[in-house]
């Protein structure tokens, strides 16, 4: 196929292009919104290639566009993007279908819902991402999604969040100051598990009790959770933070969460689930699976999988 090299002097919102993307590839993609390079008079587009999800949505510079896409082109390469799935099993075609066809949707601070009727997602469109990396504990990490911080921290590139408080802040020396003074060495709240085998432990926090802390924490989590709704209203809701602990120089570092409904309807165990993305594939989100269905008994065993191929890790009883 032969794309188009003269692009447009100011390509604008709704417009679409052929991008090239990371790996090299070239797609059709919506522009989205335009920003000005710092200390430059070039220009960057936020771009969503189309049947994609949106985790991929990314700022790129204008030399990444290739062209205007016709509609013929682009049902071109739906259909090449459909014969690429072909080979796919039944049960990733399946799922890969529902990421197509599955968007993002914003909500007010006070919506109470975890959920959305799919009819209400259909023609949404997304928010911007602006925070495109944040920075916490020990790692730089890439962003997925859009998530409501407070404007003066939402547009920006990067984001640094202290592991143990949860505070944001936009300055480097600022994140530095704040790590010698900050007055947590752990996560608050009733610690209510710890295993010195696998060097983790668990903590019970009250949202109504550490309110901006559970509220930080839901900011962080949005970051890379597509479905995840309730950012503000944490009140009715406990949380569970696996920390790993390291006995040696007394540090501790966030893992990840899951929260559950102080007082569920439907008796649900578990509301949303979060494992950074430097912690996935490494066994802890079963393990925080495992708790939750066991956190109210008098002794919990943890059986805890180490290895990436294990996927055997069984369900405690």
């Known amino acids: 196929m032969e794309l188009d090299s003269n692009i ?5 919102p709704g417009d679409t292009f052929f991008v090239r993307m990371n790996n090299g590839s070239i797609h059709a993609a919506e522009i989205l919104e335009t920003r000005a390079v710092d200390g430059t008079d070039q220009q960057e587009y936020f771009v969503h290639y189309l049947n994609f999800d949106h985790r991929n949505d990314q700022w790129i510079s204008e030399n990444r566009l290739s062209g205007n896409a016709s509609h013929e082109q682009m049902e071109i390469t739906n259909e090449q993007l459909n014969d690429s799935t072909n080979s796919l099993t039944s049960r990733k075609r399946a799922r890969l279908k529902r990421r197509l066809n599955d968007d993002s949707i914003d909500f007010s601070h006070e919506s109470s819902f975890e ?8 023609d949404y469109k997304p928010n911007v991402k602006y925070i495109e990396k944040i920075w916490i504990g020990q790692y730089e990490i890439d962003c997925w999604y859009h998530s409501p911080f407070p404007d003066e921290y939402g547009k920006q590139r990067l984001l640094y969040i202290c592991e143990h408080c949860m505070k944001y802040m936009r300055l480097k020396t600022t994140y530095c100051r704040h790590l010698a003074e900050c007055p947590l060495r752990r996560a608050p709240g009733i610690e ?5 085998k696998i060097g983790c432990a668990i903590y019970e926090i009250d949202g109504a009790q550490n309110k901006l802390y559970c509220q930080n924490l839901c900011l962080l989590a949005r970051l890379f959770l597509e479905s995840k709704v309730i950012c503000f209203n944490v009140s009715e809701f406990l949380f569970y933070v696996l920390m790993e602990y390291n006995d040696n120089n007394q540090t501790e570092r966030f893992i990840g969460y899951f929260s559950k409904e102080k007082d569920s309807a439907f008796g649900y165990n578990l509301s949303c689930l979060l494992c950074l993305p430097p912690y996935q ?3 802890y989100g079963k393990l925080l699976i495992q708790f939750s269905f066991n956190r109210n008994t008098k002794l919990i065993k943890i059986v ?6 294990d996927n055997s890790c069984p ?3």
Request: hydrophobic residues 20%; proline residues 10%.
């Open 8 to 12: 447009p002097n100011s390509p604008k």
């Open 281 to 283: 594939r490494k066994g």
């Open 115 to 122: 959920t959305v009727d799919q009819n209400t997602r259909k």
């Open 315 to 317: 369900i405690l009883p």
């Open 192 to 196: 209510i598990y710890r295993d010195s």
């Open 304 to 309: 805890f999988c180490t290895t990436l191929s």
